[in-house]
């Protein structure tokens, strides 16, 4: 079992930053590709970015490319997603998730490619 917990979400107001981390307990991390979700009131969730185990490989949806970056310290068990440029559209609640993976792919992009997810953290911006 891996446990995940999200921190770092909050209101900022519309192109402002903020970084999003994911720490992992439970069973050594760097065996885990690591994925960033997010869900809207009334939408589904949807995929932002992932990361390889080894941290060499990322995998963008839409809504992060040329904005988002996705990094893991596999010492510190923690995946950090930097947020910049951000808009109101933005505003959602981010999950991580994790699964074990003996590839080096990154690119599960599916709620279904994850075996286990952190509890999410609201992210507002404001216009």
């Known amino acids: 079992q891996v446990q995940l917990v999200e921190s770092g979400g909050g209101l900022v107001q519309a192109g402002g930053s903020l970084r999003l981390s994911c720490a992992a307990s439970g069973r050594p991390f760097d065996t885990y590709a690591v994925g960033w979700f997010r869900q809207a009131p009334g939408k589904e969730r949807e995929f932002v970015i992932s990361i390889s185990w080894s941290g060499d490989r990322t995998t963008y949806g839409d809504s992060a490319k040329g904005r988002f970056t996705i990094a893991r310290d596999n010492t510190k068990n923690t995946v950090y997603l930097q947020m910049n440029s951000l808009k109101p559209e933005d505003t959602a609640v981010y999950y991580c998730?994790?699964?074990?993976?003996?590839?080096?792919?990154?690119?599960?992009?599916?709620?279904?490619?994850?075996?286990?997810w952190g509890q999410g953290t609201q992210v507002t911006v404001s216009t």
């Open positions: 998730a994790a699964r074990y993976t003996s590839g080096t792919s990154s690119a599960y992009i599916s709620v279904h490619d994850y075996d286990y």
